[in-house]
């Protein structure tokens, strides 16, 4: 068989084979390469110039005007707003509710809430109310009766006295005063009687002696004067009867008729009394039971009106779960039908978005600098681009809680008015940021916070030394806002001041890095003050940079202290694809962070 050439596609192929072979091999060249560039320049360095600058890197102090503000996150309210609440003090749940958002008029209905127990409470109380009217009724005429009763039973008990008073005095005056009379006239007839019997029976005895007269005749007249001294005898004891035993007797029976009488009608108006107030006390307990079954139906039946909840005025829908903090609305259930809601809970807000605030939280820290008055320049999330100024009207008393998650947070409620109609479109519960201008700096010698640093107690600036190396400036601060810091003393205007943080060699006490080998019998050529083979690079722990709130300078990344590399688990040194990933991942450089937030003031 004849060999034919070799085409173009086979070439192809026989060279594409070798292609990943020569690759691997140019990358492993690069990265031995970088690996003995890094390790000969040290972290941060340019290979091309040692220890250079770029413009970037340097700003100056100057004569500026800065605000210092307070910045706080918060949401719109409405400045005035009617608020729906819950009047049923019945447990209950929605079972209709207005969407969120909707604009209603005056008299729509707004919630419809759950009525049914309040029906079975309704038919309970009329019931209650008819039985109640009923023993009202029953107890009025009952009143009535014993009214009249006891008017009757008084008036009897009056008039016995009176008879017994007019027996009294007919007694006294009538029958005591011819009983006496009586007794009297028969003791003068006796003692009459008596002395014209004497005298008959002495001129008998005269004549009986003469003889004028016979025997029976001067007996009649001895049997006369007998009688007429037992007569007197009679009167005389007829008038001693009458006067011990007899006027005592009736006297006393008299008396006794008119006690009986009176005591008899104190009884009377006693058990009159006690009757007509039993009777009262039922009539009233009646009425009062009455009264209270109507109110009762009547509250009933309001509490049944308040199951329907209608718009008092025309408004903007918004729940009142939706308003407030995160924490509140996070607590609180959402509103919606199957709600269960309680007595005074707020429902909806029907607020006027003409005239709109802004509630913000202020840090604890910060709240003291806060006062009324001050200018908020306002954004809203909602209105990107839009920079809105109000006024700060009031601050919180006490602070609030955080929430769940962070217990210790103290924040402090700042109310800021916005003018009236500034736009028609804000809606309460939107996010907002407030600026607060809490002062303003007015031409003052000031430095970005990038080129402040810190050590100890101790401020101080980089500014440019001889050659590549930097000089510090202890300075004295002022003022400060999240971008530039006045300084008092230490600098003058036209300085060239580092904003960054120094790199290894820069400055006289961090010595720049030599490059390291693993062979101690190495005999490569050594920069001055770089470490021996095997010696770690000497770390600068106190040299820290000051950068206001972050605590880093301009374009450091935050510490990854305490969390995992995102490449994984380190590695040991290897050869191949290890070494190459190592020379991927940089050591970490010295800490050189800043002091905490705020500390620096």
Known sequence: MTAQPRTSSARRNAFGGALPIVLVICIMILAAGSIAT?????????????????????????????????????ELRAKDQIEIINELEYPSSIVEIVDEGTAVKEGDLLIKLADELLKEKIESATKTLTIAQQDEKFSSQTLTIEQGEADS?????????????????????????????????????????????????????KLFIKEFISKAEFEDDKLKLLEAQEALKTAQLDIEIYNKYTFPKEKRKSNSDVDQARATLERTKQKNSSRMSQAKA????????????????????????????????????????????????????????????????????????????????????????VQIGQTVNVTIDAR????????????????????????????????????????????????????????????????????????????????????????????????????????????????????????????????????????KNDRSPKRPGQPKAGQQRPKNKDAKSWSGKTGRSKGQPPRSEGKSDPNGPAKKPGTGARKLQAAKVPPKRPDTTGIPSGSAF
């Open 384 to 519: 990107p681009g839009k920079i809105f100024q109000g006024k700060v009207v009031s601050k919180g008393i006490t602070a609030q809680t955080g929430s769940w998650f962070n217990p210790n947070l103290r924040e402090y409620e700042v109310m800021v008015d916005l003018p009236k109609g500034i736009d028609p479109n804000l809606k309460p519960g939107m996010r907002s940021l407030g600026n607060i201008l809490i002062q303003t700096v007015t031409n003052k010698l000031a430095v970005p916070v990038q080129a402040v640093h810190s050590l100890n107690k101790d401020r101080f600036c980089y500014v440019r030394g001889t050659g590549v190396r930097l000089e510090r400036k202890n300075v004295k601060i002022g003022r400060h806002s999240e971008t530039f810091v006045e300084i008092l003393d230490g600098l003058a205007e036209g300085d060239e001041v580092l904003v960054r943080q120094p790199r290894p060699g820069e400055i006289p006490d961090m010595p720049m890095p030599e490059k390291k080998s693993a062979d």
């Open 38 to 74: 890094y390790r000969w320049l040290g972290p941060g360095q340019d290979n091309t110039n040692n220890g250079s600058f770029s413009t970037a890197d340097w700003d100056v102090a100057r004569i500026i005007s800065f605000q210092i503000t307070v910045t706080a996150s918060g």
């Open 282 to 369: 039922v009539n009233v307990a009646a009425q009062e039971t009455l009264e209270a079954a109507k109110d009762r139906l009547e509250y009933l039946r309001k509490q049944f009106e308040a199951t329907e909840i209608r718009a008092p005025k025309s408004g903007l829908v918004v729940y009142a779960s939706s308003v407030g903090s995160s924490r509140r609305r996070e607590s609180s259930e959402a509103i919606g039908p199957g709600a269960s809601v309680r007595f005074r809970q707020k429902l909806i807000y029907l607020p006027n978005t003409n005239h709109m605030s802004v509630s913000m939280k202020v840090h604890e820290a910060m709240i003291r600098h």
């Open 153 to 205: 039973a008084l008036e009897k008990a009056q008039v016995t006295l009176e008879m017994a008073d007019l027996d009294l005095q007919k007694w006294e005056k009538g029958d005591v005063v011819q009983k006496r009379r009586e007794l009297n006239l028969a003791l003068e007839k006796a003692k009459r009687t008596l002395t014209r019997a004497e005298e008959t029976r002495a001129l008998s005895e």
